[in-house]
């Protein structure tokens, strides 16, 4: 494996040595943004992300729901090792609050995992896009945005790093952000791409950041009921577990789940979802 693939593996979280205390990761969410039920649940989403995550080793993950103002945000960023958006705008939302900005580029300065997902790497308006792509490594943003919904198939890039372990080509039905703006100095790895249009778009990336920290992006998970997908399960979990040593030893053993997702509702809307673990997804 070369050293940029090794570098950036599966972009989120470096191994806890042995004795030392756990990584620190929080999955931060959002309440309904307007968006209609089923879709943008980051809430529950981040459920079943977090039970996907649960035997990962040396890794300790905390739930957080940021609606606004979320005062006590930067403070406990600065106790993270690692942070999952999964909520909206979340290229503006990282700058609408000074402190929030920040201690997130406090955290890529200690060399943190960011971890991004759907409409976390938006923004509407094209302003947040520059200061966003150095800790993102794209943005779905600006008025000339593209996204699309549509049954496509995803690929796994070629040069397969560890977080597609277990991940092969695969047909879904999802709205897809593509034409992202894109970092423009080195470091970002496309993970998958979707025939979107006629033509190979990257919907997922690993980024070694220029601090030397790394991130990952998803641009899919629109739609909630896509949880159900062990592919988009492995992936994403696989991407913000990170590897749990060097060699990837932990990848593998995160994304875990059985084909189906057990919803409980509040009228409409998704208020818990678990994934029934029926062992690890293998390989």
């Known amino acids: 494996m070369s050293r940029f693939a090794a570098a950036v593996l599966s972009a ?11 990584k620190k ?6 309440g309904p943004d307007g968006h209609p039920a089923q879709t943008h649940e980051y809430v529950a989403g981040l459920k079943v992300l977090h039970r996907c995550l649960k035997d990962v080793p040396d890794l300790e993950v905390t739930e957080l729901r940021a609606d606004e103002p979320w005062k006590e945000g930067p403070e406990l960023m600065e106790r993270a090792d690692g942070v999952v958006l999964y909520l909206a705008e979340g290229a503006k939302w990282l700058q609408a609050d000074p402190k929030r900005h920040e201690a997130l580029k406090k955290l890529a300065a200690r ?3 960011i971890v991004v997902l759907h409409w976390a790497m938006g923004t509407r308006e094209a302003g947040p896009i520059d200061a966003a792509l150095p800790l993102l490594g794209a943005v779905h943003g600006g008025p000339d945005r593209k996204y699309q919904v549509l049954e496509t198939e995803l690929t796994p890039v070629e040069n397969r790093l560890p977080v597609l372990n277990g991940v092969g080509a695969f047909k879904v039905k999802d709205e897809f952000y593509y034409r992202l ?3 423009k100095g080195e470091g970002v790895q496309p993970l998958l791409r979707a025939k979107i249009d006629g033509g190979d778009e990257m919907v997922a990336w690993a980024f070694r950041r220029p601090d030397g920290g790394r991130s990952f992006g998803f641009s899919g998970l629109h739609f909630h009921d896509n949880w159900r997908v062990k592919e988009y399960r492995r992936l994403v979990a696989q991407g913000d577990a ?3 040593d060097p060699e990837g030893r932990a990848v593998g053993r995160s994304g875990r789940g059985g084909s189906e997702t057990e919803m409980r509702r509040k009228g409409p809307r998704v208020t818990y979802a678990a994934v ?3 062992g690890p997804i293998r390989p």
């Open 242 to 244: 990170g590897p749990a």
């Open 12 to 22: 989120a979280l470096l191994a806890a040595p042995a004795g030392a205390a756990p």
């Open 111 to 113: 060399r943190g995992g």
């Open 25 to 30: 990761l929080l999955l931060i969410g959002q």
């Open 181 to 183: 703006k894109v970092f």
């Open 276 to 278: 029934p673990l029926s």
